[in-house]
């Protein structure tokens, strides 16, 4: 009698489980399904709470050449979300007594100029003051990315750069940091770059679908073919890059299955130890640890990364106290999941979510004049100083970074937008006499100059 009893209860919170799960997917799907519907995303999104899996579902093609779904199997590149693993690798490395976080760059690199000023720590909390390969008009970013690359191939364009600031002040994230990482994890495993995350990251962890990018010559199964934003509501086919000339910093690709096993790691302190994970997790300025951002969401601490390059976009978000992981990819050009994720974070939390209501209505004509002309914004805006020029054309605005999307929120004339291609909040501003005189460009305002 005990045995059934047990049983029937068993089986009752299982039903009540699967019912949950269903009408969270519901909750979820009315989020996704509208940007699918209007091309902005494909790909997969998983969320699991307590290592149990919430929902682990997938959008769209991962091929429309030859009409192939994405699946949770599905591959997809990870852009900056690749810095979480060089950043574990360095700390196992730490572990393995072979660096320390005070070691200065000179000490791997002996000719690297002023490397004797830059740590190990400058490098993982992106504070060393080293530009981005291409700051000083010797390479450009096309002329490096069609090509496979060695780190100390890499390394040799930005070596003899000058230091924007004092190492240690500031928040730069220039990418050249986590590339001189990956040098240093090759030279103190004596592995290439990938086949030490392999060995000490990926295999253990049961993360059989992730690897490294080493050369277009490599063939990868299940990956989904990028896509890149044209127009307001159309695809084209994303520029190709050979993705080791990342290394170190955007070359990895991944499942959200695999991310969901790394996130566990960390929640459950595997892999590596509770003081590795707590530096990783430290924020050490500007809201940024050791290859994640260390932030605030829905007042919950959150460790979060995201990433943006040809063809895809990524997102993982941690919520350590809830056992929460939210992970969702996409291969399309567009920066929406980071945006998404965080509202997927909320349904789980049972917090309200905003839905955008998107339109593809035009914009009326009389009332984008008043709109269009040039924004300037401040040294703090992603491009300091950048002044961005919003035209009109076929009943839609344009901006010097792509098209916006009109969001309708009911009123006679569109004041609210998305910028399609980094999906950013766009709102024009009037004064009291109705004169657009500002635009708010995510939390960065610009001062309409002309």
């Not at 699967?18 to 790909?43: A, C, W």
Request: charged letters at 25%; a positive charge; hydrophobic letters at 35%.
């Amino acid at each position: 009698m005990r045995k059934l009893f047990l049983s029937v209860m068993l089986l009752l919170s299982f039903h009540a489980f699967s019912q949950k799960t269903e009408k969270f997917e519901l909750r979820v799907d009315s989020l996704i399904m509208p940007l699918v519907n209007t091309n902005n995303y494909t790909g997969s999104v998983l969320v699991s709470r307590n290592n149990k899996i919430l929902l682990s579902k997938s959008y769209g093609k991962m091929s429309r050449e030859y009409n192939l779904n994405n699946t949770p199997q599905t591959k997809f590149f990870l852009a900056s979300a690749s810095m979480i693993f060089t950043s574990a690798a360095i700390l196992k490395l730490i572990e393995d007594g072979k660096l320390s976080l005070t070691d200065p760059l000179s000490k791997f690199l002996p000719d690297y100029k002023l490397g004797n000023e830059i740590t190990i720590h400058d490098l993982l909390a992106q504070r060393s003051g080293i530009p981005a390969i291409g700051a000083e008009g010797n390479v450009t970013y096309d002329s490096i990315t069609k090509f496979a690359h060695s780190t100390e191939k890499l390394i040799s364009y930005f070596k003899d750069y000058k230091l924007l600031y004092k190492p240690g002040t500031k928040y730069n994230h220039g990418r050249s940091d986590y590339i001189l990482l990956a040098h240093i994890i090759e030279k103190l495993s004596g592995k290439f770059f990938g086949q030490y995350l392999k060995d000490e990251i990926f295999s253990p962890l049961g993360m059989n679908n992730t690897g490294h990018y080493t050369s277009e010559k490599e063939i990868v199964t299940n990956l989904a073919k990028g896509y890149a934003p044209k127009d307001l509501y159309d695809v084209e086919s994303a520029y190709q890059i050979d993705w080791s000339s990342r290394t170190g910093h955007a070359s990895i690709y991944s499942t959200t299955v695999d991310l969901q096993k790394f996130a566990q790691a960390a929640l459950e302190n595997k892999l590596l130890t509770k003081d590795s994970w707590n530096k990783i997790f430290t924020n050490y300025g500007d809201n940024v640890g050791y290859g994640w951002f260390i932030t605030k969401h829905l007042n919950r601490d959150r460790f979060q990364m995201n990433g943006r390059s040809p063809g895809f976009s990524s997102y993982i978000g941690i919520y350590p106290q809830e056992k929460l992981t939210v992970v969702m990819l996409s291969n399309k050009y567009i920066s929406l999941p980071a945006d998404v994720g965080k509202s997927i974070g909320a349904l789980v939390l049972n917090e309200p979510v905003e839905r955008l209501n998107l339109t593809n209505k035009t914009v009326d004509a009389e009332f984008a004049k008043k709109l269009t002309g040039t924004y300037k914004f401040d040294e703090n805006f992603y491009r300091p100083n950048f002044e961005l020029e919003i035209t009109y054309k076929d009943g839609n605005l344009v901006s010097t970074w792509g098209g916006l999307i009109p969001i309708d929120k009911g009123d006679k004339n569109f004041k609210e937008y998305i910028l399609r291609n980094y999906w950013s909040s766009i709102r024009f501003i009037q004064n009291e006499k109705s004169v657009v005189t500002e635009m708010m460009f995510d939390t960065h305002k610009g001062t309409k100059v002309k």
